[in-house]
């Protein structure tokens, strides 16, 4: 069986190796699957994050919010006690909100009105390395993902969105590991 670790690198790997045509052409369609979601219609804040390498472009979605009247809220790592966590902020303005923070990942600058309680989150897009069919995530392995999502509402949805290559057999989930709701790919919809 494998470990954290090697599938880590191994799914790295395997999305690294997408063109960039690959990568924009299948987060479209898994946009177009997002937002025909009945929790997605239903959820009025939707968190999003701003994608690197090669992961699912969430630019698409982003913008779909905004025609579709939908409240985005963005990631920003902070810093407390040797601590890091994330912060949640309200964005209306990808391009004039935010700049390159912690590993270089855009993220809100201090161009809007503050931080927001993760509690008003309706719905949480997750990004993640690699996920497997009973929704378990393997990130970076900061936690960050894990420690937010333990504080969100009960109601909201956690979904992850990743390309079909990135889902694996089995991902060795631990106690402190938060499940998803689903996981959409350019091919399916897991629940």
Do not use: W
């Not at 912060?87 to 009105?113: A, C, R």
């Amino acid at each position: 069986m494998e470990s954290k670790k090697e599938i880590r690198k191994r799914a790295l790997e395997l999305r690294k190796a997408l063109l960039k045509e690959e990568v924009i052409e299948k987060s479209k369609i898994i946009t177009n699957k997002i937002i025909t979601l009945e929790e997605f219609l239903e959820s009025k804040n939707i968190m999003a994050y701003m994608d690197f390498s090669n992961e699912v472009s969430t630019k698409f979605l982003i913008e779909k919010c905004f025609e579709m009247g939908k409240k985005v809220f963005l990631p920003k790592v902070a810093y407390k006690s040797k601590r890091r966590y994330l912060e949640v902020y309200e964005v209306t303005d990808i391009k004039n909100q935010l700049s390159k923070g912690t590993y270089g990942i855009l993220e809100p600058n201090g161009n809007f009105t503050g931080k927001v309680d993760e509690k008003i989150i309706d719905m949480v897009v997750v990004p993640g390395v690699a996920f497997d069919e009973k929704r378990n995530r393997i990130g970076f392995g900061a936690g960050y993902y894990d420690s937010f999502l333990k504080n969100t509402k009960k109601e909201c949805h956690k979904v992850g969105i990743a390309f079909e290559i990135q889902i694996c057999p089995y991902i060795p989930a631990e106690e402190h590991d938060v499940p998803l709701d689903m996981i959409v790919t350019e091919k399916r919809v897991i629940k």
